[in-house]
């Protein structure tokens, strides 16, 4: 079965600085998508960035990238320029690329502070 | 074009009333899934469908919780009869299996249930 960890509980960084989330995973499949959602206090569950396992080039959305190290099993997000409105629960998730088994992985998740 | 819509938002209900949550999944989408989260026990995948179709209801509570899907528009989960440990937010999410998304799974706002 396949596993998601996010080690780290909670995350500060100061306004305008760059700070990076750690997760890795365990699978024995190779074909397979990793994502990043932000939950907000709102609680709306909101898709940060993903990354397709076959793609060796890591995926960036403006502020947010990611550092994909497949042979590693770890999918880590940078954001830069922190801004006060990333303040949130970020969730690391893996979802197989098998019908039999489509449905996402959640880490734990890890509480982002942002100091003004 | 429109998200996953979910109703109601918030609802408040005494304890051993009936309870349905609605979803309506983004236009096209073939899986459905309703998911729960609570601070104790995170977030919980309790039924997921694939072209209306129930694939894994594994993670449903009990017998007091049950989920259908009468067309490709329209879920619900109902709760009957309620119980003070019912008490989450109930996310609905759909996506769609091959597709350009990266089969990427939207959430809806999700809906705030208190039984009191």
């Known amino acids: 079965a396949q596993t998601v960890t996010q080690s780290q509980p909670e995350m500060s960084v100061q306004e305008a600085e760059t700070v990076t989330l750690s997760c890795t995973y365990d699978?024995?499949?190779?074909?397979?998508?990793l994502f990043w959602y932000k939950q907000p206090p709102s609680r709306q569950m909101i898709l940060v960035i993903r990354q397709e396992a076959y793609k060796q080039q890591n995926a960036t959305e403006n502020r947010f990238s990611v550092n994909f190290q497949k042979a590693a099993k770890s999918f880590s997000l940078k954001i830069s320029d922190s801004q006060l409105g990333d303040a949130a629960m970020y969730f690391c998730?893996?979802?197989?690329?098998?019908?039999?088994?489509?449905?996402?992985?959640w880490g734990a998740g890890t509480k982002l502070i942002i100091k003004p | 074009d429109a998200g996953v819509i979910q109703s109601p938002r918030h609802e408040v209900t005494e304890m051993g009333q009936e309870v349905t949550l609605r979803c309506k999944p983004i236009?096209?989408?073939?899986?459905l899934f309703w998911y729960r989260q609570t601070m104790m026990r995170g977030l919980e995948l309790l039924i997921y469908f694939n072209n209306n179709v129930p694939i894994d209801d594994s993670g449903m509570p009990e017998d007091r919780f049950s989920a259908k899907m009468p067309n490709a528009s329209f879920s619900t989960l109902k709760i009957q009869p309620s119980e003070p440990r019912d008490s989450a937010v109930y996310f609905c999410?759909?996506?769609?299996?091959?597709?350009?998304?990266?089969?990427?799974?939207?959430f809806g706002e999700g809906s705030w249930l208190t039984v009191v």
């Open positions: 999410a759909s996506s769609f299996r091959h597709s350009s998304s990266g089969n990427t799974i939207y």
């Open positions: 699978t024995s499949e190779s074909d397979y998508y």
């Open positions: 236009s096209g989408h073939d899986y």
């Open positions: 998730a893996y979802r197989s690329d098998m019908d039999s088994n489509y449905q996402l992985i």
